[in-house]
């Protein structure tokens, strides 16, 4: 017999048993997880850039960026890098007097590969000049369960 716990086996509060069935609890909820965004801004002119990480969505990831490219300086900032569930890299010339300059940027799965795509991508834009990164950051999921 099946008896609620508390009840007398035989009580009319019991039902037949099934045979063979087996008492089985019920599977744990999984942890549920948000891929975040992350984004960068630039302006070319004034030589600002503005980044956002940790974002749930890609409008707020924008926000964030060109909100941070405007309060660094930025007039005429414009997105050039959304990423969202990797990482990404800024890559800029070493000898930072060097006029013009070009930075570079890249997105990927891990910082080493966006830091291999972007050095490599300045590099060539500065006459094959050496470049370093600034900036480095993977976006990650967070748990929400």
Not at 4 to 31: E, F, I, Y
């Amino acid at each position: 017999m099946a008896c609620p716990q508390g009840v007398t086996p035989g009580s009319q509060q019991c039902l037949p048993s099934k045979s063979g069935a087996v008492n089985v609890a019920p599977a744990p909820r999984q942890p549920r997880w948000k891929l975040t965004w992350g984004a960068f801004a630039l302006d070319n002119e004034a030589a600002v850039i503005g980044t956002s990480t940790g974002e749930f969505s890609k409008r707020s990831a924008v926000r964030t960026a060109m909100d941070k490219c405007a309060a660094s300086g930025g007039r005429e900032c414009i997105i050039t890098l959304t990423y969202k569930n990797q990482c990404a890299v800024i890559a800029d010339h070493i000898d930072r007097d060097k006029q013009p300059r070009f930075g570079s940027h890249a997105g990927g799965p891990t910082i080493e590969d966006a830091s291999r795509t972007a050095l490599d991508s300045c590099y060539e834009k500065n006459g094959r000049s050496r470049c370093e990164i600034i900036y480095s950051n993977c976006t990650r999921p967070v748990l929400v369960n």
